[in-house]
């Protein structure tokens, strides 16, 4: 600080918990957006802990570009992930929509079965098939909830 400047003329803002001094009243208004736009500002920062070391490294392990989209494994903890078995849960929640929302809204049922078929074409979800269940492999299913 200028030992020639008056007080009343200094202006002291705080930008990520760093002062910044003016003595010209908005020039370090100037320069706001910029630093609000900074990372760390926002949150984002480095990858410091073990667990973000691991995250990352398994997300690098596990891109890649496949039929025109890049595809990345979940960040599991635990590989294999620990599913619970919920056959059961999601049969009976497909049949409370059924009854709840598609009989009394038949219009509902053919926008969510074109949606679906949509998708099951583009490979984003697959139907479960006798010999998927015979390998063991983890079965967690996710009911569908329309909006």
Not at 85 to 99: D, E, F, M, Q
Not at 123 to 143: D, G, S
């Amino acid at each position: 600080m200028d030992p020639k400047t008056h007080p009343s003329q200094m202006t002291v803002s705080y930008v990520d918990n760093t002062p910044v001094q003016s003595t010209q009243g908005f020039e370090a208004w100037n320069n706001l957006p910029e630093a609000l736009w900074k990372l760390e500002t926002t949150g984002i920062r480095d990858c410091t802990s073990d667990e973000d070391v691991i995250a990352w490294q398994q997300f690098q392990s596990s891109v890649e570009f496949k039929d025109g989209r890049y595809n990345v494994a979940w960040p599991w903890r635990n590989y294999p992930p620990e599913l619970p078995p919920n056959y059961n849960l999601a049969v009976r929640s497909l049949k409370t929509l059924i009854r709840r929302r598609f009989k009394p809204n038949p219009e509902l049922f053919a926008k969510c079965k074109t949606i679906i078929e949509d998708q099951m074409e583009k490979k984003v979800i697959e139907k479960v098939t006798p010999e998927l269940v015979v390998n063991e492999q983890i079965m967690h299913y996710l009911p569908y909830h329309p909006q």
